[in-house]
C-alpha cells in the first residue's frame, strides 16, 4: 500500500541552525500538509499546500517556517532559525483530492530535537 | 475559532468491554469526521471516517454521528490490549482543506 515516507527520522540540531524536513507524499496525491506534535501535546495544523502554493497556514507558521516542492516528489520543510521550543515531532500528510471524504495519510514523523 | 473537543482521558476498561470515545466540534458546517489512533511515539493511523448521520461499522469499531448535536463518537468492541493507544477525533473544515484535531482520549484496556 502506497504511504508517505519522512526523512530523517530523527534530526538533532543546535539552537539558531537551519532544519529541513523532508517529506515524499503518496504519489497521486494532490493536497499536502505539515502537523506538530510537542511531545504530550495535541497535533497542531502548520500549513497546507496545493497547486505549489499554501492554501492555508496556522499562527505557529510564521516566518522561520516555509514549505517548498522543489519537484514532483519532495515536500519540504524549513525551519530558518530554530528555537528550543521547535522540539517536537513533526507530521507530514498527504490526501488525494478535494472531496470532502478524503482522509489525510501520515508519514512516520521526524523528530526534532533543538539543544 | 473551530474547536474539536474530546476527554483526555485516561479511559480505563477491562478486556472484551466496549470502549466509548467522544467528540465534539464547534464548525456547524463540517461534513466529514475522521477517527485516527496514535500509539506512543507513532503517528496518527486512520481507523475510520464518517460523514452522514447515524452508525457506520467496520469491524469491531462503530463510528456514530450526529451533526444536529455536533457529536462524533467511536465504540471498540471486544477491547484488547493492543487497542491501548490515544484516540484522536478530527474534523475537516467546511470551507478550506484544513482538518482541525482534537486533543485525543487516552485508551488504557486492561488485561
Known amino acids: 500500500e502506497p504511504e508517505v515516507t519522512q526523512t530523517p527520522s530523527h534530526q538533532v540540531t543546535q539552537m539558531g541552525q537551519e532544519v529541513i524536513l523532508r517529506c515524499v507524499p503518496i504519489s497521486n496525491h494532490l493536497y499536502f500538509y505539515w502537523y506538530r506534535q510537542i511531545l504530550g501535546q495535541k497535533v497542531e495544523f502548520l500549513v497546507s499546500f496545493y497547486n505549489n502554493e499554501i492554501s492555508e497556514k496556522s499562527e505557529i507558521f510564521d516566518d522561520q517556517f516555509s514549505v517548498e516542492r522543489p519537484d514532483g516528489s519532495n515536500f519540504t520543510l524549513k525551519i530558518r532559525s530554530t528555537k528550543l521550543e521547535d522540539s517536537a515531532m513533526y507530521f507530514c500528510?498527504?490526501?488525494?483530492?478535494?472531496?470532502?471524504?478524503?482522509?489525510?495519510?501520515f508519514g512516520d514523523g521526524t523528530r526534532l530535537s533543538i539543544l | 475559532q473551530k474547536e474539536v473537543e474530546q476527554n483526555s482521558g485516561p479511559l480505563s476498561v477491562p478486556e472484551g468491554a466496549i470502549a466509548s470515545l467522544n467528540c465534539t466540534y464547534s464548525?456547524?458546517?463540517?461534513?466529514?469526521f475522521f477517527w485516527y489512533r496514535q500509539y506512543s511515539g507513532k503517528s496518527p493511523e486512520l481507523i475510520m471516517s464518517?460523514?452522514?448521520?447515524g452508525d457506520q461499522e467496520d469491524g469491531r469499531f462503530t463510528a456514530q454521528l450526529n451533526k444536529a448535536s455536533q457529536y462524533v463518537s467511536l465504540l471498540i468492541r471486544d477491547s484488547q490490549p493492543s487497542d491501548s493507544a490515544t484516540y484522536l477525533c478530527a474534523v475537516k473544515e467546511n470551507y478550506g482543506q484544513n482538518f482541525v484535531f482534537g486533543p485525543g482520549t487516552r485508551l488504557s484496556v486492561l488485561p
Open positions: 500528510a498527504s490526501r488525494s483530492w478535494d472531496g470532502s471524504n478524503q482522509p489525510q495519510h
Open positions: 464548525d456547524r458546517g463540517s461534513q466529514s
Open positions: 464518517i460523514y452522514s448521520n
